[in-house]
Structures are given as C-alpha cells and as structure tokens.
C-alpha cells in the first residue's frame, strides 16, 4: 500500500498530553515516519494555542484529561473557530470510551490507544496505527464532516487464503458486509439511520480501538431504527441488525445451513488493521457470494481492497462511497482501481441504493 504523498513537505504535526513521558514517545513514533514531523508539543490545550498562534500545523494529537482545560472542550473550540484534524489519544481504558465518543461527535477525525510503553508486541503495532491515523487526519476534508447524533487464534495466511466454494447458490436473502476507517463513523451514522427496519444483515468493519466500538455500536443503536450492537461470536445475521466487528478482533461471517451468522477472532494485523475489512470481505465471498452487498466508506490506505474484488468476482453487487463526499478518499479509491467496485456513489445514495439490490 501507498499512501498518499504530501505534495512538498511532511505533515506538521503538534502533540498535546500533559505526560512528558507520552509526548516523548509520541515524538519518536511519529519521527520514524518520513511523511511526519513533530513541529511543536504541549503539556495542555492554553499551551498548544500558544503553539498555534505561532504555526499553524497540519493535524494535532490531543489528550483528554489535562490541566488548564479537557481536550474535549478544547476540541470544541478548536473546531468552531480555527478547524484543524485531529486526532484524539487517549489510553485503553473502557470507562472513557463514551468520553471518546463524544470526541467524535466533536469534530475528532481520529481516535487511537496509547502506546503501551514496556509492551514490545503492542507498541509496534500502536506505532503502526498512530502513524497511519495521523497521516489519514492530516488528509481529512473538515468540511465534509457531520455530527454524529448518534478465540481461535488465525493466521494472516489462512486470512489471506484464496476464497473456497461454499457460498450457496443466489438466494431471495441477501447479506450486507461494510468496511469504513477514516471519517466511518459519520458515514455510518449516515447510511444506517436510513436503512428501514426489515433491511438486510449487516456486518460491519470501522477500524477503530478496542474499547470504543462498544459504545459507537450503543450510539448507533440509539439514533437508528435498526438495531446495531457490538458483534459476538455466535451471532447471527437477522433482517434489520447491525453487527459491529469489536475493537482489536478480526470478523469473518459463518454458514450454517441456510443461516449466516459471524465469528470474531484474534489474529495478526491483515492488511495492516485489526479488525480488518479485507478479513470481513472475503469471508463473505467465500461464504455468501452472489447473496451478498458490499460498500466500502471513506477511510485511508487499502484494506478491503482486495476482499472486496474477490466479493465481486464471485459474484456480490459492490458499491464505494464517491470521492466528493468521502472524508479520506483512499480504501474506496483503491478498491475501485483494483476493480473491486462495481459503481461509485455519494454517501447519501448508498442505502437507497442497497435496498433496491436486495
């Protein structure tokens, strides 16, 4: 995969937290990417203004709990008078989760886990992510953001294994699978308030930290007319939910009979995320084929690229959100460019769109 180059210099990046020993890490993480530059840092919100007034950078990490002022309030601020992408930090702890929802509906582009200091395994993967995360905020279009009012363990091989032949022959019931990173959560905010109530099963990848999709699952629940919860291995795909791939796990949709139902599993980074849209994708080409839909929304990088030209080769309609009104014009642009989508729209033509394919 390659990202998008800036045009002439790496992204300025300023980080605010009030730990210097986080703002150091922060430093390092983002300094071993050549497309990133850490112009400046902060200990709280009236400190990083300061640095604002002096250079205005491209995209910010900010903290929640600091002194002087929360990030929230400063992120609401920051948003109604000098927009700027941010990506919010905050560590792994589930009782802040609804916090970090709150910083979406903010304005945040972003929200990532702390680096786990001393952990190896976690912290070369959060450096993965963070980087990816900053340089997605730093591409976002602001203006095209809304508020939201709203165990077996596998192997990338047996993920990436070429999809086998036992998805059923072309059914009345059809399944819906959608991948989103980057700008996601307002796009899936979009799209599934206007799903009616007898639509299709949804199975659902928004790159997103482990905590945080329990409550953006809750969040949808409460503002759409489907029902849409955290998805659990053991569920099945019923007419009018929403499965939520959680946090940190893969989700991979499962037959048994004529019945869908998903598995959600540990594993390594597929296409450099977990969960993984390309993990979703082609276990539904393997398993649905011809009954299933694909969309994939606005985010950064690849994933579900290749997933989804093996949903269509085996025979599923697909559908990727237009560049116009993505937030982050990457994992649709490449899924068109592999082939994978088979007609582009603007967001807010998606679910119109699938109901009359169903």
Do not use: W
């Not at 990417?33 to 950078?57: F, G, Y």
Request: glycine share 8%; aromatic share 2%.
């Amino acid at each position: 995969m390659a990202f998008d180059r800036p045009p002439r210099k790496p992204y300025k990046v300023l980080v605010v937290d009030d730990s210097a020993v986080v703002r150091q890490a922060m430093q390092a993480i983002l300094s071993q990417d050549p497309d990133l530059e850490v112009v400046a840092t902060a200990s709280d919100p009236v400190a990083a203004a300061e640095r604002i007034k002096q250079m205005v950078p491209d995209v910010i990490t900010l903290d929640v709990e600091m002194p002087r002022m929360d990030g929230i309030t400063f992120l609401r601020r920051l948003m109604a008078q000098k927009p700027i992408p941010v990506v919010m930090c905050s560590s792994l702890v589930t009782d802040k989760s609804e916090t970090l929802m709150q910083a979406l509906e903010a304005g945040a582009v972003e929200v990532v886990c702390k680096p786990e200091l001393g952990v190896r395994e976690f912290f070369e993967e959060s450096c993965q992510r963070i980087c990816h995360s900053v340089k997605a905020a730093a591409q976002a279009r602001l203006s095209k953001r809304r508020v939201v009012k709203v165990e077996q363990k596998l192997t990338a091989d047996a993920v990436l294994a070429a999809p086998s032949t036992t998805a059923m022959a072309r059914t009345t019931d059809k399944i819906i699978a959608i991948g989103a990173s980057t700008g996601g959560t307002e796009a899936l905010a979009t799209l599934l308030s206007s799903m009616p109530i007898d639509c299709p099963p949804i199975a659902i990848v928004q790159h997103m930290p482990g905590t945080f999709t329990n409550a953006f699952a809750e969040r949808l629940n409460g503002s759409c007319a489907i029902t849409v919860k955290e998805a659990k291995t053991g569920d099945r795909m019923l007419r009018g939910h929403a499965l939520i791939a959680p946090g940190n796990q893969h989700l991979l949709l499962t037959r048994s009979g004529a019945n869908y139902g998903v598995e959600v599993r540990e594993g390594p980074l597929v296409s450099r995320h977990r969960p993984s849209v390309d993990v979703l994708f082609r276990s539904v080409a393997r398993v649905a084929g011809k009954n299933a839909l694909g969309v994939i929304l606005t985010g950064m990088g690849d994933d579900g690229a290749r997933g989804m030209l093996e949903m269509r080769q085996a025979g599923a309609r697909t559908l990727g959100q237009n560049e116009a009104s993505c937030v982050v014009y990457g994992m649709p642009k490449e899924a068109m460019k592999s082939g994978g989508v088979e007609k582009e729209l603007p967001l807010e033509q998606i679910s119109g769109a699938l109901i009359k394919l169903a």
